[in-house]
Every structure is written in C-alpha cells, then in structure tokens.
C-alpha cells in the first residue's frame, strides 16, 4: 500500500511507456517488503532540468534515465561515480538530502551477465558497435582489469575514435576495427564477444548476424545485447558451434539490480527481476 512513507523513485525517458524497469523493481520491492514504488515519467527533450530540479525538491529517492536524457542529466547532477565520469553517461541518480549522484550501471550490467559464465579478468573481449553501449560496457569491463579489448565497428574510424578514448585512461592493450577479415582472425583466441549494435533486433531478426558460426569456437562466450528476441541470430550461430552463450535480458537484469542496490543499500535476488521481465517479454 501507498502510504506518506513510500519512498518514491522512477525513470527519465522519452519514449518511456514501453520500459521494462517498472514492473522489475517493483516486484523486488514487493518481494523484499521495502516500502518503494516504481514509476514511470515521459519527460521529453528540452524539460529535463525542470525535471530533475523537481525531482529534488518532492523528495524523489532516485532516478533512472534512458533515451535521451543520459548524457545531458550529468549538467543537473552535485557528484559523478568513477563509471558514470570515465563512460561520461548517466542512468541511475541517486538523491540524499543536500546533493545529486549520478552512476552508470549499464556496463556493470554487461560485466555481471557475462560474469555468470566466466570472469572476464585477463580476458581478451571483442565489442561490435561503438555507439552509447559499447562505451559503457568497455570502460566498465577495464575497470573491471580485462586483458584485452578490441572495438569492431562497421564504420572503423568510429572504432578508433572510442578506443582513443579508452587509451587516454587505461594502459590495457587496445584496438579498433572494421566488420571484415581481420576480425575473423583476431576472434580466433578471443574469450568474450558482445555485440552492442541494434543487428537483429525485432523486427529485424533475419538479418545476416554480425559474427557467423564460421568465425567462432567453442571456448567463445557470445553476449548479444539484444533481447528482443531473445534467442537472436548471432547467439544461434554461436549455438552451433557448441559456444556458450548470454541472453541481452540478462545485462538488462543486472543494470536495474545495480541500481536497485544504489538507492537501497539491498542486493535484491536476481530471480525476482528475472521472473517479471519474462513476465513482461512473454
Ligand atoms: P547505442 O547508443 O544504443 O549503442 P548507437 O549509438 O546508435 O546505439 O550505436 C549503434 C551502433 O551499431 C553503431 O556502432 C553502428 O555502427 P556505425 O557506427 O557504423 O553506424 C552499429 N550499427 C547499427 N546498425 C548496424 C548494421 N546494420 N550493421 C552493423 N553495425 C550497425
């Protein structure tokens, strides 16, 4: 029950009606008995720092912003954690009494799928794309003391451009890309593949994958982040090849439990916001 107590927190987007996090945390809230509830606000481009002025000042407990409010939310932000400075996006804010925190737990997100199945420290990793997704997902995995990361985008020069950024602050061995033979033979001792672009998303999943069966083996980890399907072409392929394999659901899961752990000081059970996400996605 809604009471003058419930602690009051949501996300920031535009569109925002069609999110998955609302029913996520709200039945962790349910489940753990917190007196929280989780909301939805559309707050289009242009109104965000009344929004976040406003949030603020009804005593909001926390925040999550998606498209396209995370790199303009950190101009309204007191404090940035070390992720959310190095990635230079927000999607969790978190609100005490006097001051603003942003945090980035999009890559902690990836990190943490991917860490069901194998650590990635010392790994060597490939990431396709090299828009918002990438970013976040390699700084986080060099925070994280990866081996090696290597950026393949269809437009190379993109690549480079994020690996530059990454190099600025990490000494890791780095490398930028394009979509053709090289990559086949640099994922010959790869560890870990992840592919960030939108490349068989719904209603678009009979295109080509991006990696095929042929460049792959069986000590491959594949993480699509995709999840719409969720069993997408690229995973497909790496099923044949017996690699194993990491649904786009779960970076997802482990994004909103980052978040749910920064406003509440609780590790939620992974089970719960994966049982209402399924729920959702059918
Ligand atoms: P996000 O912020 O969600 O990561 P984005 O910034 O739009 O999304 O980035 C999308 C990434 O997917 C880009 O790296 C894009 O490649 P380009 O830089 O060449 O545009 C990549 N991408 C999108 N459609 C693609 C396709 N059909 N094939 C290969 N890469 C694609």
Not at 163 to 189: P, W
Not at 243 to 261: E, P
Request: aromatic share 6%.
């Amino acid at each position: 029950m809604i009471t003058g107590k419930t602690g009051l927190v949501g996300i920031m987007g535009d569109p925002v009606e069609h999110s998955l996090s609302p029913p996520m945390h709200n039945a962790a809230f349910h489940q753990l008995k917190l007196d929280y509830v989780y909301v939805p606000f559309h707050v289009k481009r242009g109104n965000l720092a009344s929004a976040i002025e406003g949030a603020r000042t009804m005593g909001i407990k926390g925040l999550n912003l998606t498209i396209p409010h995370k790199i303009e939310v950190i101009n309204y932000l007191d404090e940035l954690d070390e992720a959310a400075e190095l990635i230079g996006a927000v999607n969790t804010v978190k609100f005490t009494e006097n001051k603003a925190v942003g945090y980035n737990t999009d890559g902690f997100g990836a990190v943490k799928a991917i860490e069901e199945t194998t650590s990635v420290q010392d790994k060597k990793i490939i990431i396709i794309g090299a828009g918002g997704a990438a970013r976040a997902i390699s700084f986080q995995l060099l925070l994280s003391r990866v081996g090696e990361v290597l950026i393949a985008n269809r437009t190379r020069e993109k690549a480079c451009n994020l690996r530059d950024d990454l190099k600025e602050r990490f000494n890791t061995s780095l490398g930028c890309l394009g979509l053709d033979d090289e990559l086949g033979i640099e994922l010959e001792d790869t560890d870990v593949l992840i592919n960030t672009t939108p490349v068989g998303m719904h209603p678009h999943q009979d295109d080509k994958p991006v990696v095929t069966s042929d460049m792959m083996h069986s000590d491959l980890v594949v993480n699509d982040i995709v999840y719409n399907p969720l069993e997408t072409g690229l995973l497909r392929e790496a099923g044949k090849v017996g690699a194993t394999t990491v649904h786009g659901t779960k970076m997802l899961i482990y994004q909103g439990i980052g978040a749910f752990r920064i406003w509440t000081g609780i590790n939620p059970p992974v089970e719960v916001f994966e049982t209402a996400l399924m729920r959702e996605l059918g």
